[in-house]
Structures are given as C-alpha cells and as structure tokens.
C-alpha cells in the first residue's frame, strides 16, 4: 500500500507494479560483439530456420524417399541399409581397421573418439573471440568432423544403385495379385525360388520381381535352366514335369497383374 497511491495487488512480490515498456537494452557500446536477444537474434535464428525448412520439404517433394515392400525374413539375399544418415557409419565399418577382429574398433572406439572430442572441443578451446580464425580447435575439429561425415556418406551412397533398390524393393499392392500358396506350383516355387524372388515374387536386392514380366512360359522355363544375366545356369533342381507345374504358377499370377 503506498501513500496517495489507493492499494495494489500483484499476484507475486517478485513481479513489480509498474508495467515497463519492453525495449532492448543499447549494446552500441560493443558493436559485433552482442545483440538483443529479442528481437534482433531471435528473428535471424527464425529466418535462417525458415530458409532450411522451405529448402528441405522442397528437395522432399522432389525426390520423395522410396518405400520398400514388407520385411520378408525368408529373402537371404535382401541386403539392408541403414538411414542415410549413418551411412558414413556403414561406411566406416568396410574398411579393414574397423572390421573383422577389428570391428569393437569401428563400433565403438573410433565413433565415440569422434563425438566425444566434439563434445569437448568449447572446453579445448577457450578463446574469448567468436570468429572462426579466433577458434582454431574449435573450428578445425568441426571441419574435420564435417568432411569425414560428407565424404564416407558420398562413397557409401555411390556404391548403391538406388533406383535399381527402390525398383527392386517397391511394394506390391496386397490386392494386386492373389497368389495360392497352398498349390504345388507354389511349393516348387517355394524350393528353387524364393531365396532370391521373395515370397509374394516381388523381388529383392539381387534378383527382379516376377510380377509384371514380359515373358512367355517358354522363356521362363529356359531361364530357369539356362539362367540369364548374373542368375547361374541350373537354378531349378527338378523334372521338366515340375518345371512346367512352376511356370504355368508364374504364368497365372502375371496374367492377374494384367
């Protein structure tokens, strides 16, 4: 209560009475050194995170990421990759220092050497400057770090055909085609087959899909004999009997995807 003033509530003692225009303090006496926080350094943070946001859903909207077919245990030749970025950590593992019996090297000492100096690297560096030739450490640790990164994801990724993958991989509609797993041809299939074609014959990382192909029942039994491409001769262990039982089975479930 204050004299002439009548009373005032306030909902805490800390919190003053008296509203105080929110202007930023004046920090022309150190110019380049400091800022406002609001709105000065606020607003280029918001600008700078814009420009990243508009350029990443633009490159995501022209390039979408390709979505593979279900997970099928029984495909020993799918070949699995992680997220492109640990790419440069998949990529580090080929290399002979970080594989084989030396492969605790690769997982865990050379990436924990790595981000812990990063971790360290405002505490190695103390320097009172914020420009980077003021911070030499600081700076040449993350530009280290910065181009070990881009270049093992560049030779991880170049080595990964990825339209060929994603072609490979694609999903097959459930509805597309309905394939009788309880038919003899399917079980001929089942036995010669599916290791490399999949379960549902879409395909995997070394062999194409068997849906959809533009082949007559000839050919795919000469194939199935002979091989084609890096398929080996003398895939299907079996009578020609068999072998017509499997490619009137391949032959009925492309005439359903027509």
Not at 200 to 207: I, R, T, V
Request: aromatic share 10%.
């Amino acid at each position: 209560m204050h004299k002439g003033k009548g009373m005032k509530f306030v909902g805490d003692s800390r919190i003053s009475a008296e509203r105080k225009p929110n202007i930023p303090k004046d920090y022309s006496e150190y110019p380049g050194r400091t800022e406002a926080f609001w709105p000065n350094f606020l607003l280029k943070e918001w600008l700078a995170g814009s420009v990243f946001l508009v350029g990443f859903l633009c490159l995501t909207a022209a390039h979408p990421s390709p979505l593979e077919g279900m997970a099928d245990p029984t495909n020993a030749s799918y070949i699995p990759l992680p997220d492109w970025y640990f790419l440069f950590l998949y990529e580090l593992l080929k290399y002979d220092f970080a594989s084989g019996p030396y492969i605790l090297l690769g997982i865990l000492v050379i990436p924990g050497l790595a981000f812990g100096a990063l971790l360290l690297a405002p505490f190695l560096d103390k320097g009172p400057g914020r420009r980077p030739h003021q911070r030499p450490v600081a700076v040449g640790m993350m530009l280290l770090a910065l181009a070990s990164v881009i270049w093992l994801t560049y030779e991880s990724a170049s080595h990964v055909n990825w339209e060929q993958r994603a072609e490979a991989n694609k999903p097959v509609p459930p509805s597309a085609v309905e394939i009788d797993k309880e038919s003899e041809g399917y079980a001929l299939y089942e036995n010669n087959c599916m290791s490399c074609h999949g379960a549902e014959l879409q395909g995997g990382a070394a062999a194409p899909s068997l849906i959809g192909i533009d082949k007559s029942a000839e050919e795919i039994a000469t194939i199935a004999r002979e091989g084609i491409g890096s398929m080996p001769a003398d895939q299907f262990k079996g009578s020609d009997e068999e072998l017509e039982k499997l490619v009137q089975f391949i032959v009925s479930v492309n005439d359903q995807a027509k």
